[in-house]
């Protein structure tokens, strides 16, 4: 999980969010594939999350203007837009993404490449937010409370990395 505080800076927020989920179009078993927003910052960070997920340029990794490279495979690819369609059937709003991506250069159109997905209205018993998903899913959610937060973020049956964004 990923937890953004009422305090933090929004911008690095958003920074750390995409790294912490883009990266490596999303195969790390570390991502932080839940991020907690406190509902006074959610509707600016949703903004700017999106806002800078679009511009992001899906190429060959091996270029250094690439910013989204593929899924390692077609099976690892399938997968994710699974969960995706999932998502969607249990109620999340897909906010931004979540397509396959063929609009490249010949070379790549085949390619197992992927638009970073961003659900929003999501809740702790989806399929999306309890499950390792492996691909550039990210399920963003509220909270009002550091107790409701912190018991939210450890309800997990995976073993976990954090993030923490506050001031304080």
Request: some cysteine; overall charge negative.
């Amino acid at each position: 999980p990923m937890i953004i505080f009422d305090d933090a800076n929004v911008d690095n927020a958003v920074s750390g969010a995409m790294m912490a989920n883009w990266y490596s179009s999303g195969q790390v078993c570390s991502n932080a594939t839940r991020v907690f927003v406190h509902e006074s910052v959610m509707d600016e960070f949703v903004e700017k999350l999106v806002e800078r997920t679009q511009k992001l340029r899906i190429d060959d990794p091996l270029k250094e203007s690439t910013d989204v490279g593929p899924m390692a495979h077609k099976e690892q690819m399938d997968k994710v837009l699974k969960y995706i369609d999932i998502g969607m059937k249990e109620g999340a709003t897909l906010l931004y993404g979540g397509k396959r991506v063929t609009d490249l250069p010949d070379d790549l159109k085949n390619g197992y490449f992927l638009e970073p997905a961003i659900f929003t209205n999501c809740n702790d018993d989806m399929t999306i937010v309890k499950d390792e998903i492996f691909g550039m899913v990210m399920s963003v959610l509220s909270f009002s409370s550091e107790e409701d937060v912190l018991q939210r973020a450890n309800n997990s049956e995976l073993g976990l990395a954090a993030g923490v964004f506050t001031k304080d």
